[in-house]
């Protein structure tokens, strides 16, 4: 599971951020960093669910 959302934050990095954590504050801060850039979205992503991952 880790490895798709992974895929999905690369991809859509809202999309990663929803399945590991749900409508949540963290879902709706990748999405304000993914409207002002792709590659904040896709960096906030990546570290949120590895994040989650590690607890």
Do not use: C, E, R
Not at 8 to 22: D, E, H, K, Q
Not at 46 to 54: E, F, G, P, S, V
Request: net charge positive; aromatic share 12%.
């Amino acid at each position: 599971m880790k490895l798709i959302q992974i895929v999905f934050a690369i991809l859509l990095p809202p999309l990663g951020v929803f399945l590991t954590y749900g409508f949540s504050t963290t879902f709706l801060i990748n999405i304000g960093l993914t409207l002002l850039g792709w590659v904040p979205g896709i960096i906030h992503a990546i570290w949120a669910i590895t994040k989650q991952q590690d607890q």
